[in-house]
């Protein structure tokens, strides 16, 4: 499903449909809602995207477009998180 997502965000063809739609067709907050996912836990991930992003040789462009897109949804995936945070 990331895959595709990503694939989706980068202008397809492929499509991605969500199985627990957010508030946009590529919306990720209800998707990880439950998971309570840190903005550190975020951070890594995106950090080993970028990782991999390198060793597929993926040009910095790309790669930058591609790590942006991720930034982009990261109050959506920690939005678990943050609310039980506020909740203490
Ligand atoms: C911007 C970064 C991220 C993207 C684009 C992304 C994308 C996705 C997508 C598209 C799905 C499936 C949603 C659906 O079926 O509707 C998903 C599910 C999931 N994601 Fe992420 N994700 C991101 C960050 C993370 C992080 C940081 C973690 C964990 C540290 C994570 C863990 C999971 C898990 C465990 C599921 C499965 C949820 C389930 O089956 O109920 N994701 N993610």
Redesign the pocket.
Known sequence: ??T???CNVSGGPFQ?T????GKTPVG?EE??RD?R?SPA??DE??AELGRTLDFAKVPKREKAEVLAA?AA??DE?TTGYVAAARRG
């Open positions: 499903m990331r595709l997502w990503a991605f969500a199985t627990k739609p990720l998707a990880h998971l996912i836990e975020f991930v995106a991720f949804h990261k995936v």
